[in-house]
């Protein structure tokens, strides 16, 4: 049999499986995401003021960032999990966080003067956040990762480096209700960071794990 046949021979069997796959990510992130909002709960919780912060842009804009970059993702590693699978459209929209991130950075530096930019990329967070996310993303990455071996990806490593993005993506939303450091110029550099550190592990664990 040719590669070809091959590939489409599996699209097809895996065809009838995707619906219940795509449950089981659903599963695997609602029990991965529950057990990291226990740890949340138990090590940080939110921040005093977070009444006040949740009607600031700054504040809304970091959580919505990371939750945009994590629903993003989802919908790329499903279309991973299937060998063969067109993942244009989906990698196009990952893209949609990244931008977004981009434009409030240019905001911010348009907004707070020069002077003050270096003091708002430190923050005072910085070695917490490196911290606390990818401790946050670890239930999720391991359920992900457990979830997706019932797929068929032919690039494990890519497939468990956007699971890395959907479990770093939610630690970061769970982390940013915590954090102080609202502007933009810290989550770029500090959460982005963080989150990295996360994706390049789901890819190291996927070249392992997600054996087919």
């Known amino acids: ?28 992130i609602a029990i991965g995401f529950a057990i990291s909002a226990g740890l949340f709960w138990m090590a940080l919780g939110p921040r005093p003021d977070i009444a006040a912060a949740a009607v600031t842009v700054r504040f809304d804009l970091k959580i919505t960032q990371a939750l945009l970059l994590a629903t993003t993702a989802v919908a790329l590693v499903l279309r991973l999990a299937q060998p063969g699978a067109d993942t244009g459209l989906q990698k196009a929209v990952l893209a949609a966080a990244p931008i977004l991130l981009i434009v409030a950075v240019v905001a911010e530096l348009l907004i707070v003067p020069a002077s ?16 606390v996310i990818p401790l946050l993303s670890l239930p999720l990455l391991a359920a992900l990762l457990l979830v997706l071996r019932r797929g ?31 502007s933009p110029l810290f ?26």
């Open 1 to 28: 049999m040719r590669t070809d046949e091959l590939v489409h021979a599996l699209v097809a069997d895996r065809a009838a499986v995707q619906a219940p796959l795509g449950r089981q990510v659903a599963l695997a």
């Open 116 to 131: 003050q930019w270096q003091a708002k990329m430190i923050g005072s967070n910085a070695l917490i956040c490196l911290t």
């Open 152 to 182: 068929a990806p032919t690039s494990r490593a890519a497939a468990g480096a956007v699971a890395g993005l959907v479990a770093g993506g939610l630690g970061a939303a769970l982390y940013a209700t915590h954090c102080t450091d609202d």
């Open 187 to 212: 989550v770029a550099v500090w959460y982005s960071i963080a989150i990295g550190g996360v994706t390049v592990l789901g890819a190291a664990l996927g070249r392992s794990v997600l054996r087919w």
